[in-house]
C-alpha cells in the first residue's frame, strides 16, 4: 500500500488508514415479480416458437410482452435495495459466537438457526434498519403455549411467530457475503473459525 507520493506509509499511518472489507448484495423485497416476470418471458419465447414453427404467420409480434415485461423490470428495479455489508472486528465476531452456544446434542460451535441472522443483522450497514425492519425481513419466532405453526402448519391463537420476508435464496447470499467477509480465501492469514463453524453446522443432525 503507498500513499499519494507514492511511499509506502508508516505503520501508524496505514493503522489509521485501515478499513474494513466490505460487500453488496441487490435484494428485491418483491419475490412475486420475479415469478411473473419469468411468466411473460416465457409467453415471449412461446410466441416466437410458435412463429418459427408456421411462416405463413408472419414476422412475430412481441411488442404488447416486451411491453409488460419492461414494466414488470421497472417495478422490480423500483423495489430492489443494495444492502451493505461490512466484516466484522475480532472482538465483535467472538462475541458473536458466544452469544449463540451450539443446541445441546448437536455436533457444531454454534447454533446455525441464531447465529446466521445475527450475522447478517451485525454485517449490514446500509440500509438503515430498526428493530421492527429486522424483524419483519429476518422473522420472528416467540415461545408461546402449545404448538407453533412453523412446526406443525396448525392454527394457534397464541402462536405469534412471523414470516420471513427474506427468502431462502436472499438470505443465503446475504448469509454467504456476511461469511467470505469475515474469512475471504484471499485473505493473508485465512478465518479458520468461519470454516469451522461451516464444517460443523454441515455435518449437524
Known amino acids: 500500500m503507498s500513499n499519494r507520493n507514492g511511499r509506502k506509509p508508516s505503520i501508524k499511518q496505514a493503522i489509521k488508514q ?4 466490505e460487500a453488496t448484495v441487490a ?5 412475486d415479480l420475479v415469478q411473473k416476470l419469468h411468466e411473460l418471458e416465457q409467453t415471449r419465447i412461446d410466441i ?3 412463429a418459427a414453427m408456421d411462416s405463413m404467420l408472419g414476422p412475430p409480434d412481441t411488442s404488447e410482452v416486451d411491453a409488460e415485461i419492461e414494466k414488470v423490470k421497472e417495478e422490480q428495479r423500483a423495489h430492489t435495495f443494495d444492502f451493505r455489508l461490512r466484516e466484522l472486528d475480532y472482538r ?4 458473536l459466537e ?4 451450539p443446541r445441546d446434542g448437536h455436533n457444531e460451535r454454534v447454533n446455525p438457526d ?4 445475527a450475522l447478517i443483522r451485525a ?3 446500509e440500509p438503515r434498519l430498526d428493530n421492527e425492519d429486522w424483524a419483519d425481513l429476518l422473522g420472528v419466532r416467540r415461545t408461546h403455549p402449545g404448538d407453533c405453526r412453523f412446526d406443525t402448519e396448525t392454527d394457534n391463537e397464541h402462536c405469534t411467530c412471523r414470516d420471513a420476508v427474506l427468502s431462502k435464496s436472499q438470505f443465503g447470499m446475504l448469509t454467504d457475503t456476511a461469511v467470505a467477509l469475515n474469512g475471504r480465501k484471499d485473505a493473508a492469514v485465512p478465518f ?7 464444517r460443523q453446522v454441515s455435518t449437524s443432525g
Open 123 to 125: 454485517s449490514v450497514v
Open 98 to 101: 458466544t452469544s449463540h452456544p
Open 92 to 95: 465483535r465476531w467472538d462475541k
Open 27 to 31: 435484494v428485491c423485497l418483491r419475490g
Open 114 to 117: 441464531t447465529f446466521f441472522p
Open 48 to 50: 416466437l416458437g410458435t
Open 18 to 21: 485501515a478499513k474494513p472489507s
Open 192 to 198: 479458520s473459525a468461519i470454516a469451522s463453524i461451516l
